[in-house]
């Protein structure tokens, strides 16, 4: 049994990283033919599903119980402190996102498949690859903190994607913050992650809160809500679906993933009601930025991000499934929008237009929609709170009406006179919502041996007053039910009358305050104010490090050092000198000396014989003195 | 572990390669078998280096394939070298990249044979300094280290190159003179006296005290203190990092690489192999200043990083934060701080190396030294559509510069913050603020040089050539392979660094 797993595991690996691979050889085929493009993107799709396969056989296929994972060391020896795991982990949850995530993927592959052979096809059909190996890698891996790593690596699909643009000075940008937004949750995510695994038992309950703190706001980042929004708001808007599909959606697939690990820590740590706040928050003025923006390719991904950021904050309250369940309608939703862009070549197109404000009307407004079942769920829990239920209504209204302002101004991007595929995925897309809302408890219980119920199939039954057994109240399901049916209606109206009927108003602000509508619709300059206070701190520093290297090594020691030898070298050169000098004067008389005597004799000055007395009587004087 | 001379051979071949570029000219010269017998050389010496690496045994911490012959036997001086788990990464490192930079020059014009001696020379005085077992063995080939840099820059480097080569000469003589002096003071401190590092090991010179000017004073603190002097003088730790700037400035790109890449992991290994293992009480005791030296030397190379505007500094300030991190994990006393720390030498020779000789490539394309002109706008730009293949490599470089999972960097990065944390919390935050930052510079340079329109120094941007191929391909699928499987070469440092942290605990 052992050994299978691991041979399955081992698979698995090399699965991912062969449709990676195939990504990457895509990216570089643009010369290549059509032919040989196809086939590649093929293997790869096909590597995915086989993948799929392979971690339903891991977990629930093997009987096993949920979360079970098998792993290896990948740093240090099992069982030692600062251990870091690499392996494969599988649960129902995750085969389910993984089903998802490679139908998804493989319905967008089709959608460029039929678009024909446009010039930025390789690029496209590798980024859907790599992006997509990437998040499967994510969730299949053990290690929580492995599986936001595999986002990171994901967002070199999305710069990929990009590549017929990368000599756009906007889109490069783009390209540079995607990379950077990634890098930075991943730090915070990382952080978290340390302090969690680092010292175990002996961490304080501060530090667990600490890190819990750090991982969501990691997580959070990788929304791309505020104050991640700038890269929403500064791309050109690229208008083709593929770069928010690979972008935005497939990562949110590991961010539900992701919180969904992290439901033990979190309860270690209790309600975490501000983190709440931080998401609420955070979705609100994600939604303001959205309303704020001119071009209408940004709705779309500013309200995902919004939406996305609220599910955060239902899961933050302890409300995982729900969480789940509202993160994964609005991914749905996400698709079908990008998806009826396509639907007929016309552009003023009845198809696009009703089939948007579908998808609007999954995201959280219909009662058969996993959306709606999650936001319910939600609601009715936290009915008792006054302010939390009032403030997340709210944000929820927001949200809603941004998600109907980007149905009511989708655009059109296909150029196919054939419209088929659109349809065929948009009404996939649309059963699958439904689906897993009416089915998912057979779903999950039945074919995946989940216990614990993961899919909503009780939601709509509660709604119309079938439920007859359930530990959740049915007034307050009813009540919750009707709240959202109104707010959806409410979040409509207020949409075509602030958006669509006579005019933009949000964006008639600029005219009224432009400084505001600068700074709303920029994401309130968080990036921009970063970005030149690092600038001037790094100016700052470098200045200092000039003025350092002028004064510290260079002058004052050179100075110090040069003086104090200098003064030396002098001084013994003086010495030197005066040396020199005596001793050559010495040298001189030594030598004179002699010669002057015998000048002073051959003169006559001196007798010879005077001479030789002295030198008798001295030496006599001698001889006295020793024997005295 | 049978040595079969295996680490003499590894440590000779280099200087038989250099001495073969002696040879006379003519005949050989036209079949331009000098540089082939540098290469043939220096590659035999790095299949040497990673059979010994292979051939580790992994559960013995102590010292393998010894070699040891008496060379002054009066004064206790022994030709000694062996390996163990700390020392296989440099080995690696130099083992994998001096046959790159052989490479690398191989159509220089102007003085091959000469070049590729003195790069051979210190691929072997470097090997010798990481093997060495016995002191003085090691400070003549530390001291041996430094003098082809004098020549390698003051014949191939920039138009200051003979001030700067003097200086780096000069730097790296005080360097050695304090290093000098630790040795001796380190000899006579034991009785019976002797520079054998096993002998010294373990805390035998804690208590140890010598006197002069009529005091008493203690060998460890002093010794130590002369130790991290002597080797902090050849590496760039602010605020001493002038010198290595200009140096930068002026080195030709394999020169520079040899220095940042081969150098600095060396220097921080004999730093922590001498601190760690011979003066243990004392380096527990400073470590919280070892620790600071570190976090300012991060914060402040990749923040001033980010004010840059020529590819050299930008690869100065990032060596200088990985200098700076790698002390960290140092100072950290903690298994996965310094496992990490010395995982992150070899991933940071290899990233640097990266680096660097992509720079010398794209130098010879370019001429630019500079990617942004002084009001910020891109100079180079657009050169991820014109050549894929030097985008994708500068791109996984810089990614692991910026620890990116999957590469190299990363690895040493998340031990040196795994320990880091036992140092303080704070410590991991400040870790990661700095890495933040440097991938905020690594994002910088990479959308000015390979995204957005062309700019004035690249309308016509060649790919990279086979040559160019040869040794940057083989450096990037290391990163990878390491990156992603990191285990193979941590199991094996492991035991060693156990071992010596043990010496501390007890």
Redo the contacts between chains.
């Keep these: 049994m052992t050994t299978t797993l691991g041979i399955l595991q081992v698979a698995w690996f090399l699965l991912i990283s062969f449709a990676f691979s195939i990504g990457l050889v895509l990216s570089?085929s643009g010369e290549s033919r059509r032919g040989t493009r196809l086939t590649l993107a093929g293997a790869g799709i096909l590597c995915l599903w086989v993948a799929c396969f392979l971690i339903y056989e891991i977990g629930p296929g093997a009987g096993l119980e949920t979360w079970s994972h098998w792993s290896s060391?990948?740093?240090?020896?099992d069982g030692?402190?600062?251990q870091?795991n690499f392996g494969v982990g599988s649960s129902p949850l995750r085969v389910t996102l993984n089903w998802v995530l490679v139908g998804l993927t493989s319905i967008f592959a089709a959608i460029q498949l039929r678009e024909g052979s446009t010039k930025d096809e390789h690029s496209i059909l590798a980024g859907l690859l790599i992006a997509a190996s990437a998040s499967l890698f994510s969730l299949g891996v053990a290690a929580e903190w492995?599986s936001l790593?595999g986002v990171?690596?994901g967002s070199l699909g999305a710069a990929i994607c990009m590549?017929g643009r990368?000599?756009?000075?906007v889109d490069?940008?783009g390209?540079?913050r995607l990379?950077?937004g990634r890098?930075?949750g991943?730090?915070?995510f990382?952080?978290g992650a340390?302090?969690l695994?680092?010292?175990g038992q002996e961490m304080t309950a501060s530090?667990d809160v600490?890190a819990i703190w750090l991982i969501l706001l990691g997580v959070w980042s990788q929304t791309q809500a505020f104050p991640w929004v700038a890269a929403l708001s500064a791309g050109s808007g690229h208008q083709k679906p593929f770069k928010p599909f690979i972008s935005e959606v497939l990562p949110a697939f590991v961010l539900i993933a992701v919180i969904l690990h992290l439901q033990k820590p979190m309860a270690s740590i209790g309600t975490a009601t501000g983190i709440f706040w931080v998401f609420l928050i955070s979705s609100l003025l994600t939604t303001l930025t959205g309303l704020f923006q001119k071009n209408a390719q940004k709705y779309g991904s500013h309200a995902f991000a919004a939406l996305i950021s609220l599910s955060f904050a239902a899961s933050s309250l302890g409300h995982p499934k729900a969480a789940f369940w509202m993160g994964l309608g609005a991914i749905f939703s996400r698709c079908l929008l990008l998806i009826s862009g396509g639907l007929e070549k016309n552009t003023d197109s009845k198809w696009v237009r009703w089939s948007s404000i579908g998808a609007a009307f999954l995201a959280f407004s219909s009662p058969l929609s996993l959306g709606f079942a999650g936001t319910q769920t939600f609601l009715t829990s936290i009915s008792e709170s006054t302010a939390l239920a009032g403030i997340f209504v709210f944000a929820l209204f927001m949200g809603q009406t941004l998600v109907w302002k980007a149905a009511f101004v989708n655009h059109r991007w296909s150029e196919r006179q054939d419209q088929m595929i659109y349809f065929g995925a948009y009404g996939l897309i649309a059963i699958a919502t439904f689906s897993l809302g009416w089915t998912g408890a057979w779903f999950a219980g039945g074919f995946l041996g989940n216990d614990e119920q993961m899919f909503p199939s009780w939601s709509a039954q509660a709604l119309a007053g079938f439920l007859t057994e359930s530990t959740v109240d049915l007034a307050s399901q009813q009540v919750s039910g009707l709240l959202l049916v109104g707010l959806s209606a409410l979040s409509i109206i207020f949409a075509y009358f602030t958006s669509l009927r006579k005019g933009d108003h949000w964006i008639a602000i600029e005219k009224k305050a432009p400084r505001t509508f600068h700074f709303v619709s920029n994401g309130f300059l968080i990036e921009a104010t970063t970005s030149r206070a690092?600038?001037a701190?790094?100016?700052r520093?470098?200045q200092f490090?000039n003025g350092?290297?002028e004064v510290?090594?260079?002058r004052w020691p050179r100075r110090i050092l040069s003086g104090v030898v200098g003064f030396t070298l002098r001084w013994i050169h003086r010495a030197e000198l005066v040396w020199d000098l005596a001793l050559t004067r010495s040298s001189a008389r030594a030598v004179n000396m002699p010669g002057q005597v015998l000048q002073l004799i051959q003169n006559g000055s001196v007798q010879w014989y005077l001479m030789i007395a002295l030198a008798v009587i001295l030496s006599l004087l001698a001889h006295a003195m020793r024997n005295g | 572990m049978e040595s079969k001379l295996l680490l003499s051979w590894m440590i000779a071949f280099p200087f038989i390669g250099a001495i073969s570029q002696l040879l006379p000219e003519g005949v050989l010269r036209r079949l331009g078998a000098h540089r082939w017998l540098a290469l043939l050389s220096c590659a035999t010496s790095s299949v040497l280096g990673v059979v010994a690496v292979i051939s580790l045994d992994s559960q013995n911490p102590a010292l393998q394939f010894l070699d040891s012959f008496e060379w002054m036997e009066a004064f206790s001086i022994h030709y000694r070298v062996g390996i163990d788990g700390m020392s296989i990464l440099p080995v690696l490192l130099i083992s994998i990249v001096c046959p790159l930079l052989i490479a690398s020059e191989w159509s220089l014009k102007r003085g091959q044979r000469g070049f590729h001696a003195l790069l051979l020379i210190l691929q072997g005085a470097l090997l010798g300094a990481i093997c060495s077992q016995d002191l003085f063995i090691l400070f003549f080939f530390w001291a041996l280290s430094a003098i082809p840099f004098f020549f390698l820059l003051g014949v191939w480097g920039g138009e200051e190159r003979q001030e700067v080569a003097s200086r780096s000469v000069v730097t790296a003589m005080l360097g050695n003179s304090f290093l000098f002096c630790a040795i001796i003071l380190i000899y006579f401190a034991v009785d019976p006296h002797t520079f054998s590092i096993a002998d010294l090991s373990g805390g035998k010179l804690d208590g140890a005290r010598f006197s002069a000017g009529g005091r008493e004073w203690d060998v460890g603190s002093i010794g130590f203190g002369l130790v991290a002097l002597a080797l902090f003088f050849r590496l760039p730790i602010w605020p001493f990092h002038g010198g290595y700037l200009r140096f930068a400035h002026q080195a030709p790109p394999s020169v520079l690489v040899a220095e940042s890449a081969l150098v600095f992991p060396v220097a921080l290994y004999l730093f922590g192999r001498i601190g760690y293992g011979l003066f243990p009480k004392t380096f527990q005791t400073s470590a919280s200043i070892i620790v600071t030296i570190g976090v300012i030397s991060l914060i402040f190379g990749v923040f001033t990083g980010v004010s840059q505007r020529s590819f050299r500094r930008v690869l100065a300030y990032l060596c200088l934060s990985q200098v700076g991190l790698i002390l960290i994990g140092m100072g950290s006393l903690d298994t996965a701080g310094f496992t990490g720390a010395l995982f992150q030498q070899f991933a940071m020779g290899l990233a640097i190396a990266g680096f660097g000789l992509f720079l010398g490539a794209f130098l010879k394309r370019s001429g630019e030294e500079n990617f942004v002109s002084e009001d910020g706008q891109p100079l180079i730009g657009g050169i991820a559509l014109r050549a894929p293949t030097t985008t994708v490599v500068g791109s996984l470089v810089l990614a692991s510069l910026a620890g990116v999972p999957g590469l190299v960097g990363f690895v040493g990065l998340a031990l040196t913050m795994v320990g880091s944390y036992s140092v303080s919390p704070a410590l991991v935050f400040i870790t990661a603020f700095a890495v933040l930052v440097a991938a905020f510079l690594a994002v910088n340079l990479w959308r000015k040089v390979f995204l957005g329109p062309s700019g004035e120094s690249s309308p016509t941007f060649a790919d990279l050539n086979a040559l160019e191929r040869a040794y940057l391909f083989p450096l990037v699928a290391i990163m990878i392979v390491f990156g992603a499987y990191p285990k193979s070469l941590i199991d094996l440092v492991r035991p060693t660094v156990l071992s010596i942290l043990s010496w501390i605990s007890t």
């Design positions: 570089r060391a990948w740093l240090f020896s030692t402190k600062g870091l492995l790593a990171l690596i590549g990368w000599e756009e000075v490069a940008d390209v540079a990379f950077f890098f930075l991943w730090i915070l990382l952080c340390l302090l695994s680092a010292e530090t600490l690092t600038r701190l790094s100016r520093l470098h490090e350092m290297r510290f090594p260079g």
